[in-house]
């Protein structure tokens, strides 16, 4: 691909977007009881926008270390490799501290995942997306094995003693909001991905037609097994949830699909309108997503709670207000962007890890 493909960023914008929008429902604790049809539409993105957002990151990985894995470069392959762990480590270190005012942090998850990327580089795309299913199947056996609820008080979303090793290797691994397995399978999901010819269309079209079906039927096997009793079903009834909490392959494999027919329509959208006036706040709002992360919940929530608006309150309120914020993150996205080539947590971590 010799030019950039602003559909990524676009798709970008679109799921951290919808983080906002289903981190506000949660912190809110806004319910979906009694509100009007179109508002309990968006309960559709949770768990989805995140995996987008990480599936992306993967296709980021590829695109990176294209060239030298293309041209069998061992020595620049390390260089980006090295690269990747310093950033990993950035990552992981900025998450542990955001996490101390944001429980649901993803970051430290994030810099985890780069750790395996950075392993995963060179692997064949069937390898890659092996692995992938490997991290789903690991999370079940974890699943039937161990107790996932353990530490969690589900009231309040707070997950006692996170700070003890042992708890904290718990979440990291099987039971926190953005565990390794199966999340990780998402990044080598999207290595894969990331080698693809997006900018064809017949390619665009057929990843776009296979996301979709596979989504469909995810959810329409959920749909239907909600219909049944689950009489002689065991313990295999509980696979039959496309919920992110616990990630249980149908969630994997609904969100998957999801995230590229999302990602195939922005790149076609981006490969339409390119250059559009009004494309551009959504191509920047994608640039400067980890900025935009961090500040949905340090200037966010943090003014809905000087206002004593951050808690109980109602689903539209909840939409209503991540929208607001939204809005503005997008007009801020594209000033900044006008001035200044990364936003101010890219730039620190570029300056922090080259």
């Given at each position: 691909m010799d030019k950039r493909v602003v559909g990524f960023d676009l798709a970008r914008a679109l799921a951290v977007i919808g983080m906002v929008i289903v981190n506000f429902k949660i912190v809110m604790h806004a319910k979906a009881e009694g509100a009007p049809a179109w508002l309990r539409v968006f309960d559709v993105i949770d768990g989805r926008a995140s995996a987008i957002f990480v599936i992306l990151a993967g296709v980021g990985l590829s695109l990176l270390s294209a060239k030298a894995r293309l041209a069998n470069d061992a020595a620049q392959i390390r260089a980006d490799r090295l690269m990747l762990v310093k950033r990993a480590a950035f990552l992981f270190v900025v998450g542990l501290l955001y996490v101390q005012v944001w429980p649901a942090d993803i970051l430290h998850f994030y810099g985890a995942y780069l750790i395996i990327g950075a392993a995963a580089l060179t692997w064949r795309s069937?390898?890659?997306?092996?692995?992938?299913?490997?991290?789903?199947?690991?999370?079940?056996?974890?699943?039937?094995?161990?107790?996932?609820?353990?530490?969690?008080?589900?009231?309040?979303?707070?997950y006692a003693h996170f700070w003890t090793p042992s708890k904290f290797f718990y979440n990291l691994f099987f039971n926190g909001f953005h565990p390794i397995f199966p999340w990780a399978g998402f990044l080598l999901l999207g290595i894969a991905l990331g080698r693809l010819d997006w900018q064809a269309p017949g390619t665009r079209a057929r990843i776009f037609a296979a996301g979709l079906l596979v989504a469909v039927a995810a959810e329409s096997l959920v749909w239907w097994g909600a219909r049944q009793t689950h009489t002689g079903w065991g313990i295999w009834g509980f696979l039959l949830s496309s919920q992110s909490m616990p990630p249980l392959p149908l969630y994997f494999v609904a969100a998957s699909g999801t995230a590229c027919a999302v990602i195939a329509a922005c790149i076609a959208v981006g490969e339409r309108c390119r250059g559009a006036r009004w494309l551009a706040p959504l191509i920047h709002t994608g640039q400067i997503a980890l900025t935009l992360y961090v500040a949905h919940v340090v200037i966010g929530m943090g003014m809905l709670e000087a206002f004593g608006k951050l808690e109980n309150q109602s689903l539209g309120f909840a939409i209503g207000s991540a929208l607001l914020f939204c809005f503005g993150a997008?007009?801020?996205?594209?000033?900044?962007?006008?001035?200044?080539?990364?936003?101010?947590?890219?730039?620190?971590?570029?300056?922090?890890?080259?």
């Open positions: 069937r390898t890659l997306v092996a692995a992938a299913a490997l991290m789903v199947l690991g999370f079940v056996v974890l699943v039937s094995q161990y107790n996932y609820e353990q530490g969690w008080n589900w009231h309040t979303l707070s997008v007009v801020f996205s594209h000033l900044w962007r006008q001035r200044f080539k990364l936003g101010p947590l890219e730039w620190l971590m570029r300056r922090s890890t080259g």
